[in-house]
Every structure is written in C-alpha cells, then in structure tokens.
C-alpha cells in the first residue's frame, strides 16, 4: 500500500516563498507521475503541477513562472517550491501519484490520481 504524507504548510504573507514536501512509501515511487493539487473552500480540487518519472513538467497557468515542482527519487520525495505566493494560492495542498500504467503523459484530473496524501494547508494572508 501507497502512502503519501505532505508536509511544509503554513501560514504565509503575500510574496512569499514556501517549499512543501511529499514523502512516499510502500511503492515504487520512481515509476510514477508526481502530481500537486489544491483546494479552496468552496471549490474542486483543481491541478497544480506534476512531474513524470523522466523530469518533464507540466503546470497550471495560475502557477506557471511562480511554482516548480520537482523530485528525488533517492528520497522517494516529490516537492512543491512556491514563490511570489498570493492570497489566491491559500488552499489545502495534496500530493498524489498515478501509477500510469498505460504510459500517458500528464494528467490533470484528481480522479486519474491512485494514490492521495491527506493534504498540508497553506494560507496566504494580503
């Protein structure tokens, strides 16, 4: 069994920088797609940014320029650095895996995601 737990959220004021952390275990964490999602109150769960076993990247518009997401393999860790922070960004942060068993790219719908941490609040306050 997979488990993911976040870690690094907080309270933060606009303009900030946070990094959070996703360690995984149980799993072969190095042939899965890491992907960061977000939820406001009152909102779905919306896609952040993820990462492919290989490095390549992909990002939400809302983020692009201001987060990078990477990965350590070595550390079974997935991280979320997020600069210039807005009061926009104040959500809860989960960390997912997709096993990507049919090799696509990166996907951007919470429910192509197997496995889910129980999300780390960050809160950006103007």
């Known amino acids: 069994q997979v488990q993911l737990v976040e870690s690094g959220g907080r309270w933060m004021q606009a303009g900030g920088s946070l990094r959070l952390s996703c360690v995984a275990s149980?799993?072969?964490?190095?042939?899965?797609?890491m992907g960061w999602f977000r939820q406001a109150p009152g909102k779905e769960r919306e896609f952040v940014a993820g990462?492919?076993?290989?490095?390549?990247?992909y990002y939400a518009d809302s983020v692009k320029g201001r987060f990078t997401i990477s990965r350590d393999s070595a550390k079974n860790t997935a991280y979320l650095q997020m600069n210039g922070l807005k009061p926009e960004d104040t959500a809860v942060y989960y960390c997912?895996?997709?096993?990507?068993?049919?090799?696509?790219?990166?996907?951007?719908?919470?429910?192509?995601?197997?496995?889910w941490g129980p999300g780390t609040q960050v809160t950006v306050s103007s």
């Open positions: 990462i492919r076993s290989g490095g390549n990247t």
């Open positions: 149980g799993g072969t964490f190095s042939s899965y797609v």
């Open positions: 997912a895996a997709d096993r990507n068993l049919l090799r696509f790219g990166i996907r951007v719908q919470a429910s192509d995601y197997d496995y």
